[in-house]
Each structure stands twice: as C-alpha cells, then as structure tokens.
T-cell receptor, first 110, second 113 residues
Framework: GQSLEQPSEVTAVEGAIVQINCTYQ??????LSWYQQHDGGAPTFLSY????GLEETGRFSSFLSRSDSYGYLLLQELQMKDSASYFCAVKETGGFKTIFGAGTRLFVKA | NAGVTQTPKFQVLKTGQSMTLQCAQD?????MYWYRQDPGMGLRLIYYSASEGTTDKGEVPNGYNVSRLNKREFSLRLESAAPSQTSVYFC????????????FGSGTRLTVV
C-alpha cells in the first residue's frame, strides 16, 4: 500500500525556523514534492527532490533521504504569510502518479 | 497567461444528476490530472492523462469518467452524483512527469444533496 505521514499541525513564531517532516511508504518511488496551499486557494508547487540531499529555494529548503523514506521541508525567517497548509507528495515509479499526504497546517504567530 | 482554467467554480447537484467539470490549460503541457480534496485527507488522484490520447485511473476513480479531448482540455464527468462526491475538485497540468511541479486550477466546489 501507499502512505505518507506528516504532522497535522505545527505552530511557530514569526522570524523563526520550522521543519515539517514527511515519511512515506510507496510501491515505487520517483521523487518527493512539496506544495503550499492557503485557505480557499489552490496548491502551489514549492520544491522537488529526486536524489538524496538538500535543495534550496530562497527561504525554503527541502531534504530527501531515499534510504530512510523520509523528507522534510524547512522554512526559514518565517513570515505571517507562510501560514498555510503544506503537503508532501510522492511521485511513484513512472513519474506520472503523484500521491499527496494529508497536509500540515502551519500557524505563524507574531 | 491564464494557466489552468476550471469551470464551474461552484455547483450544487441533486443525487443522481450528472455533470461534467471542464478543465483547460494554455501552457502546452503534456500531462493533466484530476484530484479531489476533502477536509483532513489531502488531495486524492481520481484520473490522470500522461499525454494526449491516454488516460489512467488514480486512487479513487469509481463514480467518475474522464475525457482527454485534446492537448489542452481534460474533462471529468460524474454520471450519477452521490453525496459522497461532495468535495473540492482540482485539475492540474504538468510538463511530462511534473519534475518542475504541477500547476493547479482554482478548483470546483461541488455539493451533492
């Protein structure tokens, strides 16, 4: 079967750093993506990891360990606008089928 | 550049009615997808189309049919709507396998009463 696990909620203070973890079990693995979704909006793409290691895009970084079936999203210098839901998503072998986790709701406090 | 356009944005159906959700993209993407999103369950893949002329089942295809009309358009049809199909539906597109991410439409909020 396929499953992705991520925390349901995380709270952090403006200006801080927060890490959102994701562990996965899938029948085949092609890559791990992260998406952001604000309330009432559509998901927007943040990052993609196919190989082990860290990918950095501005204030956001994403990490993957294929051997541990584990990844995380790191958000630095948190801003109020970062309050949103964050989804990890696994691309299965072949690369066309992407399965999403249930999402982590991030609350950024002043 | 409109990106991915979905219509309608809102719809209320009675149980047993049918409807088609329309999706069109103007980014010349090969692959298109339909997801549904329910509270606390993330996005679940209904059907996808890796390229024009092909469609495949996702995680939750029962009760739905799709048509990849051409490279731009990918429609989702509910033949006989059920209350369990009340959800927010998102269409998405990507270049090939979506290594650079999916672009999502703004969603269709469907209620079946």
């Amino acid at each position: 079967g396929q499953s992705l696990e991520q925390p349901s909620e995380v709270t952090a203070v403006e200006g801080a750093i927060v890490q959102i973890n994701c562990t996965y079990q899938t029948s085949g693995f092609y890559g791990l993506s992260w998406y952001q979704q604000h309330d009432g909006g559509a998901p927007t793409f943040l990052s993609y990891n196919a190989l082990d290691g860290l990918e950095e895009t501005g204030r956001f970084s994403s990490f993957l360990s294929r051997s541990d079936s584990y990844g995380y999203l790191l958000l630095q210098e948190l801003q109020m606008k970062d309050s949103a839901s964050y989804f990890c998503a696994v691309k299965e072998t072949g690369g066309f089928k992407t399965i999403f986790g249930a999402g982590t709701r991030l609350f950024v406090k002043a | 550049n409109a990106g991915v356009t979905q219509t309608p944005k809102f719809q209320v159906l009675k149980t047993g009615q049918s409807m088609t959700l329309q999706c069109a993209q103007d980014m010349n993407h090969n692959s298109m997808y339909w997801y549904r999103q329910d509270p606390g369950m993330g996005l679940r893949l209904i059907y996808y189309s890796a390229s024009e002329g092909t469609t495949d089942k996702g995680e939750v295809p029962n009760g739905y049919n799709v048509s990849r009309l051409n490279k731009r358009e990918f429609s989702l049809r509910l033949e006989s709507a059920a209350p369990s199909q009340t959800s927010v539906y998102f269409c998405a597109s990507s270049e090939d396998r979506g290594v650079y991410g999916y672009t999502f439409g703004s969603g269709t909020r469907l209620t079946v009463v």
